[in-house]
């Protein structure tokens, strides 16, 4: 062979790339490999050299051999990684092999048993952040959340779902239903809120909240029940229903003070045939004044003109971007439009608020846009937008305070009518003619809803037990009839104490045992009891007489700040008004709104979402109860 084809071939296979060794574990396979053509990798190759080495499967003393001959430098490279890996290899088997603590050693070999105390604890938090945060049962079988509870306790395991779906759940809706009745069991007089809901899968529910003042004088509310309720949706089938829901829970019809509800006639009819008296829900009410007073065509095409604008920039990502480059130019607050809902008048307040505030830049948005300048608002559209945000924005504040839960909301509505009269809605100079139109028929309205003689009798009561108020906001015509009522309740409240502490005393058992049989010496004070001990010449008062003191006493008592607890003063004074502050605990229980019954909803739409379409409607009730009722 010529000089020059030996050169060919020895180019050729220096060119040559050699496969790595299959499962190669040795570094001795980082110098030698196999040809691509040599599937069964049987021909060791060197690939400094490109000689073949013979070599069994498995013996690498060969290989190390030729290297320690052929090539020094690569050889002492190699076995200087060999000596470093076996180095490793030598100090982590050496820190595995550290004697654990005898601690560590019973953790991490040792579970919890089921009957444990901590099993026990766990599992139940764990079915309390289920039912309280409404989430799904699929949780517990989630890798993310099985790695949290491995992370904060080893020894824990977590449950199936169908643990916490059949027993751990139910177990706590009985022991929490058997705590709410022992609650409700010696309250006095109490309110509701009710209201009918369809869920996702548009099943029908009804919905009961209670709402009383305990002994310490705080405003408590239960949520008794989100019953499935497939009946026809009349008065009939609505009033028996909720009869059998105060029954369920041994609730007396009487010591119901009144039933907040929205205006739904078959709801309002209910509450008739029961014979109950029904709050209208504020809300509602104050709605459906708003929705009347803006029946004007040009307020039907201004609103309609927002709500093109608002989905003009909700459905495209380039109008967005585009609003706000431009709210960045012209120094206005990086706001979003806000889309009004049909059944909430005070969205429609805030879309227009927001599109008056932001008009400059969607103006320059929309014009730059050939297909969309059509909908740049004309400066008429603009001038009933002011106009109706003038009228509706005071009224906004009024609605979110009186929706309230743990506060007295029932003694304000009377003060609030009163405020809207005379300040919120009091036509002003610079008002234009239709803002005057809207406040007008507002007043009109509410003023016809709210003079219906048993809800002003209602209304005036509670304000009158308030001490906040008493009788300041009642009709000066009125005052005597609701002083005559309020004694007349407190007349009945103490006859009936009276009864109930004799019954007591009739049904408690005698005591018999011999420390109390013993002769004990009579003290000082025992001389002064029973009538004998009162001189003659002191006359009793009878109850009418000690009712009118303490109504007196009542009226002539310092007026409480209008932004102090009314229930906190009670707790402070209710020793020196007995019989008036009985009356109080069954009217400053009443909610103002129905918004208790919408927040059940609410946390119902929660638990039936889209991926727990499927919950039994006994599920639905169990869950809702759990996450209101759970302390």
């Not at 699929?138 to 977590?158: C, I, M, N, P, Q």
């Not at 420390?515 to 010449?537: H, M, N, V, Y």
């Amino acid at each position: 062979m010529s000089s020059m084809e030996s050169l060919i071939t020895e180019t050729t296979e220096q060119q040559e790339q050699l496969v790595p060794k299959k499962n190669a574990v040795s570094v001795i396979w980082t110098h030698f490999g196999f040809s691509k053509d040599d599937i069964e990798q049987n021909e060791v190759r060197c690939r400094h050299c490109r000689k073949t080495v013979s070599t069994s499967k498995g013996n690498t003393t060969n290989l190390f051999q030729h290297l320690e001959h052929n090539h020094v430098t690569e050889y002492e490279q190699c076995m200087a990684q060999k000596n470093q890996k076996e180095t490793d290899k030598r100090r982590a088997t050496s820190a595995s092999a550290k004697q654990m603590s005898l601690t560590q050693a019973f953790t991490n070999a040792t579970q919890y048993e089921k009957s444990s105390r901590r099993w026990k604890e766990i599992t139940d938090a764990i079915c309390y952040y289920i039912a309280k945060d409404m989430t799904p049962l699929a949780t517990v079988e989630r890798s993310g959340f099985k790695h949290l509870v491995k992370t904060l306790d080893r020894r824990y395991t977590v449950p199936s779902r169908s643990h916490f779906s059949k027993t751990a759940l139910p177990d706590m809706y009985k022991t929490c239903c058997k705590n709410v009745a022992a609650e409700l069991k010696n309250v006095q007089h109490f309110a509701a809120t009710s209201d009918l809901w369809s869920s996702r899968t548009m099943d029908p529910f009804l919905s009961l909240t209670l709402h009383y003042i305990d002994d310490d004088w705080k405003l408590r509310q239960r949520c008794l029940e989100t019953a499935y309720f497939p009946s026809d949706h009349t008065a009939d089938m609505i009033a028996q229903g909720l009869k059998d829901m105060l029954s369920e829970w041994d609730l007396a019809e009487e010591k119901l003070s009144a039933i907040t509800t929205d205006n739904g006639a078959n709801v309002v009819k209910a509450a008739a045939l029961n014979g109950w008296i029904r709050q209208q829900c504020f809300g509602h009410r104050l709605h459906l004044a708003i929705e009347n007073g803006l029946k004007d065509q040009r307020v039907t095409r201004a609103v309609r003109v927002c709500k093109n604008i608002v989905s003009a920039f909700s459905y495209s990502w380039k109008k967005k971007k585009a609003l706000m480059k431009v709210q960045q130019e012209l120094n206005l607050p990086q706001h979003k439009l806000k889309t009004a809902c049909v059944t909430r008048w005070g969205s429609m307040q805030m879309m227009i608020a927001r599109v008056l505030e932001q008009r400059k830049a969607i103006t320059q948005v929309l014009s730059e846009d050939k297909k969309s300048r059509h909908l740049v608002p004309s400066w008429a559209d603009l001038d009933v937008l002011e106009a109706v945000s003038k009228a509706l924005s005071p009224l906004m504040e009024f609605t979110d305070a009186l929706s309230g839960e743990e506060y007295v909301t029932i003694s304000f509505v009377k003060p609030v009518l009163h405020i809207l009269n005379s300040r919120v809605l009091a036509e002003e100079e610079d008002d234009v003619e239709l803002t005057k139109t809207i406040k007008t028929s507002i007043l009109r309205y509410l003023k016809e809803k709210y003079s219906d003689p048993i809800t002003e009798e209602l209304l005036d009561t509670a304000s009158f037990v308030d001490p906040r108020f008493k009788a300041t906001y009642i009709s000066a015509h009125n005052v005597p009839t609701i002083q005559e009522k309020v004694k007349t309740e407190m007349e009945k409240m103490s006859e009936a104490e009276v009864c109930r502490e004799s019954q007591i005393t009739e049904t408690a058992e005698p005591t018999t045992s011999s420390a109390a049989a013993k002769k004990q010496k009579r003290s000082l004070g025992s001389f002064f009891k029973g009538s004998e001990a009162i001189p003659s010449a002191t006359p009793t008062l009878s109850l009418q007489q000690s009712l009118e003191a303490e109504m007196s006493s009542y009226l002539v008592s310092p007026m409480l700040d209008s932004e102090a607890n009314p229930l906190d003063w009670w707790r402070k004074h209710h020793v020196h008004f007995p019989n008036l502050s009985k009356v109080a605990k069954r009217y400053l229980c009443i909610p103002a709104t129905s918004s208790p019954s919408e927040r059940v909803f609410s946390s119902g739409g929660n638990i039936v979402t889209c991926l727990r379409s499927c919950l039994k409607p006994e599920k639905v009730n169990m869950l809702v109860f759990l996450s209101k009722n759970l302390e």
